[in-house]
Nanobody
Framework: QVQFVESGGGSVQPGGTLRLSCTASGIIFSPYSMAWHRQAPGKQRELVASITTGGSTNYADSVKGRFTISRDNARKMVYLQMNSLKPDDTAVYYC????????WGRGTQVIVSS
C-alpha cells in the first residue's frame, strides 16, 4: 500500500520560512518524479513543484524563486524549502506523483498570517 506522510507545516508571519518533509512507503521511490501540491481553502488542489529522478525541477510561477524542492532517494523522502512566505501560500500541502496518481495523504497545514 502506497502511503505518503507529510510534516513540517505550521503558522508563520509573512516573509517567514518553513521546510516541509514527505516520507513515502510502499513504493519503489527512486525511478519516479515526485511533487508537492497544495490546496487552499475553497480552491482546487494545484501543483506547486516537481522533481525528476535526476533532480531536474519545475515550479509554479507563483512560487518560483521562493520555494525549492529536493529529494533523498535512499530515504524515500521529498522536501520543500519555502522562503519569503506570503499569505497566498496558506494551504494544506501534499506530496504525490506530479499527476496525483496515488491516494492522497493527510497533508500538512501551512498558515501565513500576520
Amino acid at each position: 500500500q502506497v502511503q505518503f506522510v507529510e510534516s513540517g507545516g505550521g503558522s508563520v508571519q509573512p516573509g517567514g520560512t518553513l521546510r516541509l518533509s514527505c516520507t513515502a512507503s510502499g513504493i519503489i521511490f527512486s525511478p519516479y518524479s515526485m511533487a508537492w501540491h497544495r490546496q487552499a481553502p475553497g480552491k482546487q488542489r494545484e501543483l506547486v513543484a516537481s522533481i525528476t529522478t535526476g533532480g531536474s525541477t519545475n515550479y509554479a510561477d507563483s512560487v518560483k524563486g521562493r520555494f525549492t524542492i529536493s529529494r533523498d532517494n535512499a530515504r524515500k523522502m521529498v522536501y520543500l524549502q519555502m522562503n519569503s512566505l506570503k499569505p497566498d501560500d496558506t494551504a494544506v500541502y501534499y506530496c504525490n506523483f506530479p499527476n496525483g496518481y496515488w491516494p492522497w495523504g493527510r497533508g500538512t497545514q501551512v498558515i501565513v498570517s500576520s
